[in-house]
């Protein structure tokens, strides 16, 4: 499956931001959809997950209650809502999918930026 990322960009603290990612291909292989990111210098971290049936996982305290997940399985998209944002949250957001019954994402979209100014 591909997956094709976008929205992100500059704004400042306080502002928002909603991010796709579209998949193309086998929908067999987006049980799971998940936004991840990384910023220069540390490792990529898991943000949040969201399987077919809206199951939901936060993997980052700092983010809960201002992102919000979600998806549209008839579009093969999947959304990160980013309300509130800070300078922390400036990073590159690459969305990933995996397929049912998968211990990891095996799909990467490209990343796109999101920069917050304070």
């Known amino acids: 499956v591909q997956l094709q990322a976008s929205g992100g960009g500059l704004v400042q603290a306080g502002g928002s931001l909603r991010l796709s990612c579209r998949a193309s291909g086998s929908t067999d292989s987006t049980y799971l959809m998940g936004w991840f990111r990384q910023t220069p210098g540390k490792d990529r971290e898991s943000v949040v997950g969201?399987?077919?049936?809206?199951?939901?996982?936060w993997h980052q305290p700092s983010v809960k209650g201002r992102f919000t997940i979600s998806r549209d399985n008839a579009k093969s998209t999947v959304y990160l809502q980013m309300n509130s944002l800070k300078p922390e949250d400036t990073a590159v957001y690459y969305c990933?999918?995996?397929?049912?019954?998968?211990?990891?994402?095996?799909?990467w979209g490209q990343g796109t930026l999101v920069t917050v100014s304070s």
């Open positions: 969201i399987t077919r049936s809206g199951g939901i996982r």
């Open positions: 990933a999918a995996a397929s049912t019954g998968a211990t990891e994402y095996t799909s």
